[in-house]
């Protein structure tokens, strides 16, 4: 399995966002994405994960606590508070639900360290 870089996360985030704004459809944004070296299923995970942290949403599967960040970081900046508040809510209920299958401890400060923007 490769691994994950920088630029496969930054690529999903762009893609990302234009699946979460309904200017791409996330099969051929995960194809797009799969051209840097990601494998197109876990571009399709990460992808998924934007589009739902965008839009406020749970998503299921799991991605690294480095694109977490990276991702918060750039909603928070292209969205404002409003856009973390929407994306702190989504990773929570990503966290709930994950809490069932597996530690997620990494994520988890990841989240605190963003929710303390909040407040």
Same mark, same amino acid.
């Given at each position: 399995?490769?691994?994950?870089?920088?630029?496969? @996360?930054?690529?999903?985030?762009?893609?990302?966002?234009?699946?979460?704004?309904?200017?791409?459809? @996330?099969?051929t944004?995960?194809?797009?994405?799969?051209?840097?070296?990601?494998?197109?299923?876990?571009?399709? @995970?990460?992808?998924?994960?934007?589009?739902?942290?965008i839009l406020?949403?749970?998503y299921?599967?799991t991605?690294?606590?480095?694109?977490?960040?990276? #991702?918060?970081?750039?909603? #928070?900046?292209? %969205?404002?508070?409003?856009?973390l508040?929407?994306?702190?809510?989504?990773?929570?209920?990503?966290?709930?639900?994950?809490?069932? %299958?597996?530690?997620?401890?990494?994520i988890?400060?990841?989240?605190?360290? #963003?929710?303390?923007i909040?407040?």
């Amino acid at each position: 399995m490769a691994k994950i870089t920088l630029e496969n @996360i930054y690529d999903c985030y762009a893609y990302g966002k234009r699946v979460a704004e309904g200017e791409l459809e @996330i099969g051929t944004a995960a194809m797009k994405v799969a051209r840097t070296g990601m494998g197109e299923g876990s571009a399709k @995970i990460y992808l998924r994960c934007v589009r739902s942290l965008i839009l406020g949403e749970r998503y299921t599967g799991t991605v690294n606590e480095t694109a977490i960040s990276r #991702f918060l970081t750039n909603i #928070f900046s292209d %969205y404002g508070m409003d856009g973390l508040r929407k994306a702190l809510k989504s990773l929570e209920m990503h966290l709930e639900y994950q809490d069932m %299958y597996q530690n997620l401890s990494a994520i988890k400060k990841v989240y605190e360290e #963003f929710y303390e923007i909040l407040n």
